[in-house]
């Protein structure tokens, strides 16, 4: 038994009292179940269920074995309906568990042939979402202890308590990207850009990664001068892939050439950052592909970048004429979550705030929830 699910089936039993559990499957229960999906169970899973089949933990309910509405098979036949697969396809989730949030805790049977490799994602049925949060059955089992003997459990949720959630996620399974980005986004809320950059940038050195952890923390690297870190994010971004990747990555080969090259040129050593353009001349689709080229141009001659494009119809902040008070309505907006980094780094009307001011100190301010 690993030790994440005995420290999981010790806390359940040590709180069975307060807990609502059904009895324990039985084997041919259990076997009726494999039978019906062609297929074993993660033993992990398949050990739980003999110590209680399905019932209400703190992370969510447990699903029961079964065919019936409410247990794994049917689970699993509804999936295949929205995905319009068929029920026996071997690839198909395998969920386990529906979180208060709505979402299905589910193993990934398409990573691999051996059950008790699967990883577990986190399925959104209304929107089809699916995103890798656990490695590991046992690195679930360990998250959802270390959460449930924390002296967070059962706290109001707040910025820090989501901090500390994500912290302790990242000390279970140092290599899922998921958890890295939680937090990614709670530091760059506390106001610790540096540190958020960071997180994002180890949550895009996963495997698999979240594609779109590298744009954000290019957008903070420019944004706070770090040169080493947005030459990291920006050639990630600019490796070759098919147009569909950029969707995942929530930007365009021309929002990233934007943005890296104001930074690339006050490095003073810009050859290195013109072969990445190329790259993201090669990837720009028709109707970007001229502008990235400009970019580049200008990168190898020196000579002025094309102007940006303005990102909505009328600037979000209008400028003024004293620039400090601009300045100070830019800062307020973007505490107020209305002015993002695409604002500070592509909004064409904030160029003479870029040239004055370090609009990097807007992220170092705290924003709770």
């Given at each position: ?41 993660p033993s992990d899973l398949r050990l739980i269920l003999t110590r209680f089949n399905g019932g209400d933990l703190p ?256 600037p979000i902040v209008p400028p003024m004429e004293d620039l400090d008070a601009w300045f100070e309505a830019v800062r ?38």
């Amino acid at each position: 038994m690993h030790r994440g699910v005995r420290q999981f089936l010790k806390w359940v039993g040590a709180n069975r009292a307060t807990l609502t559990l059904n009895p324990p499957a039985s084997n041919a229960e259990l076997r009726a179940l494999e039978q019906t999906l062609g297929g074993p169970l993660p033993s992990d899973l398949r050990l739980i269920l003999t110590r209680f089949n399905g019932g209400d933990l703190p992370v969510g309910k447990m699903l029961p074995v079964g065919l019936e509405p409410g247990t794994i098979g049917a689970a699993v036949r509804d999936y295949a309906e929205a995905v319009k697969k068929d029920f026996l396809d071997p690839e198909l989730l395998l969920p386990f568990c529906e979180t208060a949030e709505g979402s299905l805790l589910a193993f990934d049977r398409s990573a691999g042939p051996v059950s008790d490799t699967w990883p577990i994602v986190d399925y959104y049925p209304d929107t089809g979402e699916e995103r890798m949060i656990h490695r590991t059955m046992d690195g679930w089992c360990q998250t959802c202890v270390s959460e449930w003997e924390s002296s967070d459990f059962g706290a109001e949720f707040t910025l820090d308590v989501y901090l500390r959630k994500g912290e302790r996620h990242v000390s279970v399974e140092p290599d899922v990207a998921t958890a890295y980005a939680s937090v990614a986004h709670a530091r760059k809320r506390a106001g610790m850009p540096e540190e958020s950059m960071r997180a994002y940038l180890a949550a895009a050195r996963c495997v698999p990664p979240l594609p779109w952890c590298d744009w954000e923390a290019l957008k903070i690297a420019v944004l706070i001068d770090k040169r080493a870190e947005a030459y990291e994010a920006s050639s990630r971004l600019a490796a070759r892939a098919p147009s569909a990747a950029w969707e995942k990555r929530e930007t365009s080969p021309l929002w990233v050439a934007q943005v890296v090259a104001p930074l690339a040129r006050r490095t003073g050593s810009p050859s290195r950052w013109v072969r990445m353009l190329s790259q993201l001349e090669e990837a720009a689709p028709d109707d970007e592909r001229d502008d990235v080229h400009a970019i580049r141009v200008a990168m190898e001659t020196g000579g002025p970048f094309p102007p940006l494009d303005p990102l909505r119809e009328e600037p979000i902040v209008p400028p003024m004429e004293d620039l400090d008070a601009w300045f100070e309505a830019v800062r307020r907006s973007y505490h107020a979550g209305v002015l993002r980094d695409e604002d500070l780094l592509l909004e064409p009307s904030m160029a003479p705030l870029r040239e004055r001011y370090p609009l990097g100190d807007c992220l170092r301010a705290r924003r709770d929830f």
